[in-house]
């Protein structure tokens, strides 16, 4: 009976000292087409340079370029290694270039949050959940009410709501 309670208190010290691995990449898959006629550039060798803008036409804060082949389909998946990138950092743009042609640049609407949410410190307890959260700064969520029974109900800037059920 002693042993077997030092193995599970062994088992329980062992899962508490692990600590979450969240990589920092990001797969990502482009079409590549020929900015002139349109036509999808298939299985041929492309440069794609992928990055990130602080606003549409804004400062570059991030890019990384590849080097790669598209499929019949003019396809090709690609890694971003994304370890650098702050992701408080307000209205991003990803912004896309292949074979030196500026293809565009589309909103990011959310980061990835296992990524963001690395940077929280300590552990947040259902009771330090209760009550009503609330933000000015962010596009989507205007407050957010948290109950004792895991319920929670979300209020959105355009005046929408929905409920939720949350376990911690």
């Given at each position: 009976m002693?042993?077997?309670?030092?193995c599970i208190a062994i088992i329980i010290t062992s899962v508490l000292n692990i600590e979450a691995v969240i990589p920092n990449e990001l797969n990502y898959q482009v079409m590549a087409?020929?900015?002139t006629t349109g036509k999808v550039l298939s299985n041929q060798k492309v440069s794609i340079e992928m990055a990130l803008l602080k606003g549409i036409n804004g400062e570059k804060i991030w890019s990384q370029t590849f080097d790669?082949?598209?499929?019949e389909a003019g396809i090709c998946a690609i890694t971003l290694d994304v370890t650098e990138v702050d992701w408080n950092t307000p209205d991003l743009y990803m912004s896309t270039i292949i074979n030196e042609n500026d293809c565009g640049s589309a909103k990011l609407c959310s980061v990835p949050y296992s990524i963001q949410a690395k940077t929280i410190d300590g552990v947040i307890t259902r009771r330090d959940l209760i009550g009503t959260w609330a933000s000015e700064e962010n596009e989507g969520f205007f407050k957010i009410n948290f109950n004792n029974d895991g319920t929670a109900s979300c209020i959105y800037k355009n005046g929408s709501s929905a409920d939720l059920y949350y376990s911690i």
């Open positions: 002693k042993n077997l309670f030092i087409l020929d900015p790669t082949e598209t499929d």
